[in-house]
């Protein structure tokens, strides 16, 4: 038995009707937020209402698009907008924490609502929707080859097309200089945020290093500014396939593949570094999907791994750099206290620390529910040797 997840429609039930005639079709069911296959589904097309989509969704029950590519984006912007009018307000008595769960449930279930649009990706990876476009190398690039038709979410389907987008146009990189670009994968985080690649690409290096190691590398962008820094040897880690793979292109994009080695999935390589670079993600949670990885380190396991290893993989006079936001402990899901008492645990201390504030647009975004705290966010460089 297949360990892939089917699931089955008929193509003549739709929104509108209920009885089969017609017998069933199947394909493999993909979800990269890994939500299970719907029990349900029913065809929708160009004249199925918002306001019948939204309640089946609402319900539980999945819609195969059979409509119009464009009509299915505007069918899915009016299923947003009446999700969003029946979104609970945020409380103005709420603390930071309360804030932070009740804004990521209300982004789970409008994750859930939308995510049960639906459409079917043919064996080639392409879509045989009317004014379709092609898919076909944005979804090769995000799932391989072509191994059999799928079905997945719409949304899930622009979020690969956005990907290809980006990964073909870069992410501008200043401290890699004028008009050089790194180009993100699909599942990979993008640093669009260059606040903390400019910490590393201004921080005081230790006396004459030469190796490095940067650890959950991402796109490899961190362990390429070491090496325009100087350091002739740097070993870039990651647990994600996607972000090996990403990571050594753009290293040989950059002409770097000389001195960046690449490799995992542990979070330290073997042997030593004079400098160990680790920029964790900053929030205490649990992802919902491949790219919040990026993001959310289930109870900060990245952190303390980092912390607790890195002591035995320091050279003698070597530093470790430590790139964390305190956004977490605006949130409340981790204290000040907290940190430097895992420092210290960890038989190290801070020699420094350099400090910057974010510059992304969401810091200056009055209506998001979590301004405040996005307002006063500080990240910073944590420099860090044995005790």
């Known amino acids: 038995m297949s360990a892939t997840p089917t699931i ?68 899915l912007r009016a299923m947003g907008r009446r999700i969003d009018r029946k979104a609970n307000p945020a ?31 043919e064996d080639d990876h392409s879509l045989t929707l009317r004014r379709a476009p092609d ?21 899930e389907l622009l979020g690969v097309i956005g990907a290809h987008q980006w990964r073909e146009k870069g992410v501008e990189v200043p401290a890699l200089g004028d008009g050089v670009r790194v180009h993100p ?36 962008v961190l362990a390429a500014v070491l090496a325009r820094r100087g350091l002739s040897h740097v070993v870039a880690t990651d647990i994600s396939p996607r972000a090996l ?7 040989g994009r950059l002409g770097l593949a000389g001195r960046v080695e690449v490799g995992g999935p542990d979070l ?49 006079g070597g530093e470790g750099w430590l790139v964390l936001s305190d956004l977490a402990e605006h949130l409340g899901l981790r204290t000040r206290e907290a940190l430097l008492t895992a420092i210290t645990t960890a038989g190290l201390r801070v020699t420094d620390r350099l400090d910057t504030s974010p510059r992304h647009p969401r810091a200056r975004d009055t209506t998001d529910p ?11 460089l944590w420099r860090l040797i044995p005790d």
């Open 268 to 316: 330290y390589p073997e042997g030593r570094a004079d400098l160990v670079v680790c920029n964790p993600p900053w929030l205490p949670a649990r992802p919902t999907s491949t790219v919040e990885q990026g993001v959310y380190d289930p109870d900060g396991t990245m952190l303390h791994g980092f912390l607790h290893g890195l002591a035995a993989h320091l050279n003698p």
């Open 185 to 220: 994968h699909y599942g990979v985080f993008s640093p669009v945020r260059g606040e903390y690649v400019d910490l590393v690409a201004q921080a005081p290096l230790p006396a004459n290093p030469r190796t490095a190691f940067d650890l959950g590398t991402g796109t490899g």
């Open 91 to 121: 409380r103005p008595d709420a603390t930071p924490a309360e804030s932070f769960h009740l804004h990521r449930r209300a982004r789970g279930h409008r994750a859930r609502v939308l995510g049960k649009l639906l459409v079917l990706l």
């Open 135 to 155: 898919v076909r190398r944005a979804c090769t690039e995000a799932y391989g080859p072509p191994r059999g038709g799928r079905v997945v979410s719409l949304t």
């Open 245 to 251: 793979a990403c990571a050594r292109e753009n290293a």
């Open 370 to 380: 979590l301004h405040r705290v996005r307002a006063a966010e500080v990240t910073s």
């Open 8 to 75: 089955s429609w008929s193509e003549d039930v739709s929104a509108r009707s209920a009885q089969p005639a017609q017998p069933a079709r199947s394909a493999h069911w993909h979800s990269e937020s890994c939500a299970p296959p719907p029990h349900r589904v029913v065809v929708a097309d160009d004249r199925t209402k918002a306001a019948t989509a939204y309640q089946l969704a609402c319900e539980g029950t999945a819609l195969l698009w059979r409509g119009d590519f464009h009509n299915a984006r505007q069918l």
